[in-house]
């Protein structure tokens, strides 16, 4: 079954304790993107990635760090949480190209609270 | 500016009956593609219906059609016969083609409400 798994799903920390969220795709896809989903602002893209090696600032990237080493993985890291960065944070990943063959597909979201 | 605007952050439609969200885009670059998705309150995001800038006839995915008006840059979600399962947030997303490298943008989505 193609699919994006995050982990975890849900996640309660406390300001300054670096945390990481995974991201997996199984679907050998080329992009991967991390966005974070807040009331009203709707998705705001944190990073994406074009391929292995090569990744890109978003909209709202300061305070995270991504890497893509391999094509199936792409975690999100938070090195010194803030409680700004409590959020809803979804990971995707798709084809480069247009069409409906291209969505992105989303893993289940990732809950995270920073007290 | 915003390339998706969604301006209405909150819509209440009756069972069974018709509701339009909408949504306009902002892009130079004649390939593109409009997305729509569903969030329902559980928070998973799911893939409605797809728009591409060159197709000739608006897209249709069951209840689910898309009213595309290229020269107005708009696209239009448009849900008929409405049922309460449909109650969700609705996010329009556009894909550029050779100006975007196809990075997705978002909008701030529209909540739905259906009454029984």
């Not at chain 1, 909209?59 to 792409?74: A, C, H, I, L, W």
């Not at chain 1, 700004?84 to 291209?102: D, K």
């Amino acid at each position: 079954e193609a699919q994006v798994t995050q982990n975890p799903r849900y996640l309660i920390t406390v300001t300054g304790k670096k945390l990481t969220v995974t991201c997996s795709q199984n679907m050998n896809h080329e992009y991967m993107s991390w966005y974070r989903q807040d009331p009203g602002l709707g998705l705001r893209q944190i990073y994406y990635s074009m391929n292995v090696e090569v990744t890109d600032k978003g909209d709202v990237p300061e305070g995270y760090k991504v890497s893509r080493k391999e094509k199936r993985n792409f975690p999100l890291i938070l090195e010194s949480p803030s409680p700004n960065q409590t959020s809803l944070y979804f990971c995707a990943s798709s084809s480069p190209g247009l069409g409906q063959l291209f969505e992105q597909y989303f893993g289940p979201g990732t809950r995270l609270t920073v007290t | 500016a915003q390339k998706i605007t969604q301006t209405q952050p909150g819509m209440f439609v009756q069972e069974k009956e018709a509701v339009t969200l909408d949504c306009t885009y902002d892009t130079s670059d004649p390939s593109y593609g409009l997305f729509w998705y569903k969030q329902p309150s559980s928070g998973e995001m799911i893939f409605l219906i797809y728009q591409g800038s060159y197709d000739q006839q608006n897209a249709t995915e069951g209840r689910y059609s898309l009213n595309f008006q290229k020269a107005r840059k708009s696209a239009n979600l448009v849900i008929s016969a409405s049922q309460l399962g449909d109650s969700a947030m609705y996010f329009c997303a556009m894909r550029e083609g050779s100006q975007g490298s196809y990075i997705p943008t978002f909008g701030r989505g529209t909540s739905l409400i259906v009454h029984p």
